[in-house]
């Protein structure tokens, strides 16, 4: 069986009676691509640019850090695109090793056979210089970055407790070195209140567009209410400037999703 064959996301389907809070267990795990490509506006966008932008700013004999990478799609992607700049333009991007870090054995597990069956199919290609990826069952606010180039974190920071992230940011940008790079995707808020209800009627809208129910969106919005807490895009530009980064910019935003990259 291929393990990227997506089952479908129901998990919300039928009325739960008391919703608990959202938990990144084997249920999700199972029905994560779907669930993913389903719910995040510009998902598989986001992935593949995350890539190529991380392309962009490794540098030989360093860490790629992918933070909260659940099933290793970024890491992935990250390394797809290291491989082809190195055909393409010839950049210098040996010794490179990504290293994937998420606190839920569930979704390491999962990764683990994703990546290994990567990994087969890039044996199989003549010459290819690979990027090993590592995967780490770690809680990613604990982990110690060493060495780093890069760092994505695409849609994990909106579920660490919000009196931490100031020093997370801190702590990144002292894993990096100058001329890094930080790959920030997030879910979003904003303090127009006009702005607020337009991308939230928006962002709903493309669920029910891609077959979730009135049913699922109100139940796992009950789930997530206090797990995942966004901030504005002031909030991670100001908290970005004061961790040590000197330049920040959103590349992509979709309703109330967006991503950031901030240069150090």
Known sequence: MNNQTKRRDSLFAQPLGEVGEFRFDQKVADVFPDMLTRSIP??????????LLAARYAQPNTNLYDLGCSLGASS????????QSRTNDGEDTTGC????????PAMIDKAASIVQEHNEQLAQSPKVDNVPIHLHCNDMQQHNLNNASVVAMNFTLQFV????????????????????????SEKVTFADPVLSTLHIEMYHNFKRANGYS??????????LENV?????LDTHAQRLKDAGFTSSSVWFQCFNFASIIAIK
């Open 76 to 83: 992935l992607a990250m390394r797809k695109a290291i491989l």
């Open 42 to 51: 510009g998902y598989q966008a986001i992935i593949s640019q995350s890539g």
């Open 97 to 104: 090793e990504i290293h994937g870090i998420d606190n839920s």
């Open 161 to 184: 407790p919000v009196a931490d992230r100031d020093e997370m940011m801190k702590s990144i940008a002292n894993g990096l070195h100058d001329g890094g790079a930080l790959i920030l």
């Open 214 to 223: 009135d049913l699922e969106i109100s139940q796992k919005r009950n789930a």
């Open 228 to 232: 995942l807490i966004p901030d504005t």
